[in-house]
């Protein structure tokens, strides 16, 4: 039996509730491909949330262009969060096929832990990525630097996430207490 076939009698139990999926790392990766399935489906309560910390690439501009007619049409609120020092968001940062170029899906909310005037920055994602020097910065730091893959761990676990989302509580909800008054706020996806 697949997922939905496990969810639909659920759902159908509880009329009123709806789906919000959430995962970390790898399985935000594979939150976000499911939330956005899920959208998709006319059997589904809209809107799909979906939170994810640390998520990899999952996707090309192809998927970016219809998860922004998903999020137009309220039928999926997806936010990632990542820590500013974390390498893993960044990556896979290259594909073997010269013209596909990954990209995230989403809204950010980006963490910083350096005592900025500001400390969190919530953006739409890219159809490009801007910030490819420091995305390959964190990479070099993931996989070679002593120090930088200790100080990248930490940046990466769901613990350091959840402490940062406590730390920056109060900056987090001038945001909006749901992630529909985020997007209600930002007009759709754009801020």
């Known amino acids: 039996m697949g997922v939905f076939e496990n969810l639909m009698p659920i759902l159908e ?3 009123g509730f709806s789906l919000l999926v959430t995962g ?3 399985g935000g990766a594979l939150a976000s491909l ?4 899920a959208a998709c489906r006319d059997d589904i309560p809209k809107p799909v949330q979906c939170i994810t910390h640390a998520q990899p690439l999952v996707g090309d501009k192809s998927l970016l262009q219809s998860v922004r007619k998903l999020e137009e049409s309220k039928h999926l609120l997806l ?3 990542r820590n500013c020092e974390d390498g893993v968001p960044a990556v896979p940062a290259f594909s073997p096929k010269p013209r596909f170029t990954y990209t995230h899906i989403g809204m950010e909310l ?3 832990d350096d005592n900025r005037s500001k400390n969190i920055k919530l953006s739409k ?3 490009k990525v801007k910030n490819f020097a420091l995305n390959f910065k964190a990479l070099i730091k993931l996989f070679v630097i002593k120090a930088g893959k200790d100080r990248q761990r930490r940046a990466h676990s769901l613990r350091e996430h959840f402490l940062r989302i406590e730390k920056y509580e109060k900056e987090i909800r001038s945001l909006g207490e749901k992630l529909e008054d985020v997007y209600s706020k930002t007009g759709s996806v754009i801020m």
């Open 110 to 112: 980006k963490m910083y």
């Open 34 to 37: 499911f939330a956005v399935s």
């Open 125 to 127: 994602s890219e159809k």
């Open 24 to 26: 970390h790392s790898l």
């Open 79 to 81: 936010l990632r969060t």
């Open 13 to 15: 139990k509880h009329p």
